[in-house]
C-alpha cells in the first residue's frame, strides 16, 4: 500500500496487473474505540483488459494459400482467443474492409483455471463464392481490443481453380481453299485456366503437337505445316485442359485443300481400219475441285466428248470423258492425247495414247525372170511374188 497518514490516506498499488488481479476491491475503515461502532466500507472494481495473445484461421496455417473452384463457395472462419472483453474481428479483401452478408459472430466466455474469472474466444465465419477474379486475394482478418495499440492480423490467400476458356483457331476460316503446297500456320488460343492451361493439337483424332506457352492472360499454340493432298478434308482440332477441367474444351476445322490430278490413263483400242469409229475413255485420278479434261485428236482439239464426275477419297472427285471419232483415210498412226487440268490452271498432266491404223495389202503378183525363154531342164528358175501397199505389210505364202 501507498500510505499517508497524516491525511489518513491509504493506497491500494497494484502492481504486475493479470487476470488474477480481476476482482472487487474493498477498503474497510473502523471509527475507534466507540461501542456498537461498525466499520465503514468502500468497494471497487477492478476489471483486467486482457488482449488476445493471437488471431488465426481455424484449419489453415499462418499466410497459407486455401484452394476452391470457381463458384464454389468457401467457408473462413477467423478465431481470437482468451481476451478480456471479447476481441472485435474485423474482414478485409485485399486493402477494403468488407462485411459479407454471410458472416456468423459468436462469443464463447471460458472459465480461466480453478477460478471463477472468464476470458472469452471471438470467432467470425465469413463465407465467399469464389470467381476467376478472386484468384490471389488476399483475406485479413484483424482483432482490435482496447488493450492494444494496433490490431492484430492474419492473412491467407485464395487460390482459385477453374478451367480454361473454349479455345478458338486463327490461320484459316472453315470453307476457305488451300492450294497444295501452301504454308499454313494454325494459332490455337484459350483463355488461361487455374491450374494453367495445356494445349494439344490433333490431326484426325491423332496428336500432333503438344508444345504451348502461357501468359497472364491466355495459353497458345501455334502449328505450321505445308498444306498437301492428305490435308484436304482433314480435321485439325485443339483442345485446352488442365487438371480440373472434367472434359477438354476444343475448337476444330476442317480444312479444304485444291489440287489437280497427278495423272491420267486413257483406255481403249490400239488398232483401227480407216473409216472405223473409234471410242476412247480418259480417267483422272483424284482431284479437289475436278479437274478438266481436254482431248486432242492427231494434233488437233477434239470436242466431241462427253465428261462426267464421281467422288473420291477425302472429299476428293475423279473426272471421266469419253470421246468418239472416225478413224480418217491416209494415216498410218493417229496419237490421241488426254489433258487433265486443274481449276486453278496451274496444274496439268497430259498422257497420250497410239492408234495404229490397219491397210490391206495390194494383190499379189508373180514376176517370172525369164523373159519367156525356155527353161532347160535341171536349171534353176528365179520367180518373185509382189504385193505392195497395207499396214503393217501383207505377209507372203507360197503353195
Keep these: 500500500m501507498v500510505i499517508d497518514s497524516g491525511n489518513g490516506v491509504y493506497n491500494l498499488l497494484v502492481r504486475n496487473v493479470t487476470i488474477m488481479d480481476d476482482a472487487q476491491y474493498q477498503c474497510q475503515v473502523t471509527p475507534g474505540p466507540v461501542p456498537g461502532s461498525k466499520p465503514i466500507r468502500s468497494s471497487a472494481r477492478l476489471t483486467v483488459l486482457t488482449p488476445p495473445l493471437s488471431v488465426e484461421f481455424v484449419n489453415q496455417s499462418p499466410d497459407s494459400e486455401l484452394e476452391v473452384q470457381e463458384n464454389h463457395e468457401v ?127 490433333f490431326r484426325n483424332d491423332e496428336m500432333i503437337l503438344n508444345e504451348y506457352r502461357t501468359t497472364e492472360k491466355v495459353s497458345e499454340s501455334t502449328y505450321r505445316f505445308t498444306a498437301n493432298v492428305s490435308d484436304n478434308n482433314a480435321r485439325f482440332r485443339c483442345e485446352a485442359k488442365n487438371s480440373i477441367s472434367p472434359v477438354p474444351q476444343y475448337a476444330d476445322v476442317v480444312l479444304s485443300v485444291s489440287y489437280g490430278s497427278s495423272q491420267v490413263i486413257i483406255k481403249g483400242p490400239t488398232e483401227a481400219k480407216p473409216g472405223d469409229v473409234i471410242n476412247l475413255s480418259c480417267k483422272t485420278d483424284r482431284s479437289n475441285p475436278p479437274s478438266t479434261i481436254k482431248w486432242m485428236v492427231a494434233g488437233e482439239p477434239e470436242k466431241n466428248s462427253t465428261s462426267s464426275v464421281v467422288a473420291g477419297p477425302q472429299s476428293s472427285w475423279i473426272t471421266i470423258s469419253n470421246v468418239s471419232f472416225v ?29 495404229n491404223i490397219l491397210y490391206p495389202p495390194g494383190a499379189p503378183i508373180i514376176i517370172d525372170h525369164s523373159s519367156g525363154n525356155p527353161i532347160p531342164s535341171g536349171n534353176v528358175h528365179k520367180i518373185s511374188c509382189l ?6 505389210l501383207g505377209k507372203i505364202q507360197w503353195f
Excluded at 122 to 128: H, P
Excluded at 185 to 200: A, D, E, H, I
Excluded at 330 to 348: F, I, M, N, P, Y
Excluded at 387 to 392: A, E, N, V
Aim: with cysteine; net charge positive; aromatic share 4%.
Design 387 to 392: 504385193s505392195t501397199g497395207g499396214h503393217p
Design 75 to 201: 467457408t473462413i472462419e477467423c478465431v481470437a482467443r482468451n481476451s478480456k472483453p471479447p476481441a472485435r474481428i474485423v474482414w478485409f479483401r485485399s486493402r477494403t474492409e468488407i462485411n459479407p452478408e454471410q458472416r456468423v459472430d459468436n462469443v464463447n466466455e471460458e472459465t480461466v483455471g480453478t477460478t471463477n474469472l472468464k476470458l472469452y474466444t471471438a470467432r467470425s465465419r465469413i463465407k465467399v463464392t469464389a470467381t476467376s477474379r478472386d484468384d490471389r486475394e488476399m483475406f485479413r482478418c484483424e482483432a482490435h481490443h482496447e488493450a492494444l495499440s494496433d490490431p492484430l492480423s492474419s492473412s491467407i490467400r485464395i487460390r482459385v481453380l477453374y478451367p480454361p476458356g473454349v479455345p478458338h483457331i486463327e490461320g484459316y476460316t472453315e470453307g476457305e481453299n488451300l492450294e497444295k503446297g501452301q504454308q499454313v500456320v494454325l494459332r490455337c488460343v484459350s483463355k488461361v485456366g487455374n491450374p494453367p492451361t495445356q494445349l494439344t493439337w
Design 327 to 355: 478413224i480418217p483415210n491416209g494415216q498410218r498412226l493417229v496419237v490421241v492425247t488426254c489433258q487433265a487440268v486443274s481449276d486453278s490452271g496451274s496444274e496439268k498432266v497430259i498422257t497420250s495414247h497410239s492408234i
